[in-house]
């Protein structure tokens, strides 16, 4: 009865290994390694296939690992997808050469700045929403009281004030829209 939470709970262990069991049966460590280095993963991050093999008895080839992976970097360590990170949110790992830092660094960054002035449209529409709402479910009605009144035309200028800033953030995010070359 003892081996039944164990079945029970397998799928979600094998969810948290870094690798599938056929992954590790493959023996493609250079294409394991590659895409490691395409997701700017560090050295160090094939402990973790060691960890998800152990239990099959295989060993990483660490040689053909570090091969790919530094092709992997390749198409990781680059402005633009620096620059794509940034735009997306994500975070941009420091498993780069040093002499590319000051370039991803700035893409990172721009893509960033892009990132954040969407953030601020983003919250600003969720609020317009959100006023709207109000407006329609509790102010739409012809007889309005004095306060009611006076409620809405706050709500009103209150929705003009966030049209104005979505509409300037949306041209400063504009500058942001591409990689600068």
């Given at each position: ?55 099959l008895g295989i060993l990483p ?121």
């Amino acid at each position: 009865m003892r081996i039944l939470p164990v079945l029970v709970f397998a799928p979600f262990l094998a969810a948290c290994a870094s690798l599938t069991q056929e992954q590790c049966l493959s023996g493609n460590w250079s294409g394991i390694g590659y895409n490691d280095g395409l997701n700017g993963r560090s050295v160090e991050y094939i402990g973790n296939h060691f960890e998800a093999c152990a239990e099959l008895g295989i060993l990483p080839d660490v040689r053909s690992w570090q091969e790919g992976r530094e092709q992997g970097l390749l198409r990781y360590c680059t402005p633009e997808n620096a620059y794509i990170t940034g735009r997306n949110g994500d975070r941009f790992n420091n498993v780069c050469p040093a002499s590319q830092s000051e370039n991803l660094t700035l893409a990172y960054n721009w893509g960033g700045e892009y990132y954040d002035i969407s953030q601020e449209i983003l919250i600003l529409t969720e609020e317009k929403f959100e006023i709207e709402l109000i407006i329609a479910s509790n102010l739409s009605h012809p007889d309005l009281i004095p306060e009611q009144a006076a409620q809405m035309v706050q709500l009103k200028s209150r929705i003009r004030l966030i049209d104005l800033k979505i509409r300037r953030l949306t041209r400063q995010r504009e500058r942001y829209a591409f990689l600068p070359r």
